[in-house]
T-cell receptor, first 114, second 112 residues
Framework: GAGVSQSPRYKVAKRGQDVALRCDPISGHVSLFWYQQALGQGPEFLTYFQNEAQLDKSGLPSDRFFAERPEGSVSTLKIQRTQQEDSAVYLC????????????FGPGTRLTVT | DQQVKQNSPSLSVQEGRISILNCDYT??????FLWYKKYPAEGPTFLIS?????DKNEDGRFTVFLNKSAKHLSLHIVPSQPGDSAVYFCAASTNAGNMLTFGGGTRLMVKP
């Protein structure tokens, strides 16, 4: 079946621009996660949805980062007034919410802020 | 403070031999441990997991061992194949299942 898809795959933004990154999870997966991966490091948690409810946003680095999942399926991660330190790969993952809580990842969006 | 650590940034192994990738953690609340494999320009792919109530889980060429008292786990790949060359991430989850905490990754190179 179809896996997690993300768009765009690559995004170049000028500093100060707003960006929106989209995630289509696996159909039927109730849990959706966003991670940020800097070069040479492991993914770091940003935020978590269960259906349409955002249950944890403790990893969002600043109030410039905002995520939504209004109908419990597709999710969008928005970054306002992008800064150079926002340059990273943004990974979306989904899961069925059951142990062992394996998450299935999309290919990521590589964001470069110039 | 890194809760999950992979202390070897890289590992080189001859084809056909065993690859052993290590991972240490500090949070005793972790209930599940997972290994992911990542190729360049792709997202991480789930490989194998283990619950904290077990000490071993095997799936084909992949075996994960968990030593709870030492807060240490390892992934064994036998026999190693060139297609196994990738970055491997160790990850952990509490029973809340609300996030994965990842290590920094180990780059495995399997030489033909």
């Amino acid at each position: 079946g179809a896996g997690v898809s993300q768009s765009p795959r690559y995004k170049v933004a000028k500093r100060g621009q707003d960006v929106a990154l989209r995630c289509d999870p696996i159909s039927g997966h109730v849990s959706l996660f966003w991670y940020q991966q800097a070069l040479g490091q492991g993914p770091e948690f940003l935020t978590y949805f269960q259906n349409e409810a955002q249950l944890d946003k403790s990893g969002l680095p600043s109030d410039r980062f905002f995520a939504e999942r209004p109908e419990g399926s597709v999710s969008t991660l928005k970054i306002q007034r992008t800064q150079q330190e926002d340059s990273a790969v943004y990974l979306c993952a989904s899961s069925d919410g059951l142990p062992p809580y394996e998450q299935y990842f999309g290919p990521g969006t590589r964001l470069t802020v110039t | 403070d890194q809760q999950v650590k992979q202390n070897s940034p890289s590992l080189s192994v001859q084809e056909g031999r065993i690859s052993i990738l290590n991972c240490d953690y500090t949070n005793s609340m972790f209930d599940y441990f997972l290994w992911y494999k990542k190729y360049p320009a792709e997202g991480p792919t789930f490989l194998i997991s283990i619950s904290s109530i077990k000490d071993k889980n095997e799936d084909g060429r992949f075996t994960v061992f968990l030593n709870k008292s030492a807060k240490h786990l390892s992934l064994h790949i036998v026999p190693s194949q060139p297609g196994d060359s990738a970055v491997y991430f160790c990850a952990a989850s509490t029973n809340a299942g609300n996030m994965l905490t990842f290590g920094g990754g180990t780059r495995l190179m399997v030489k033909p």
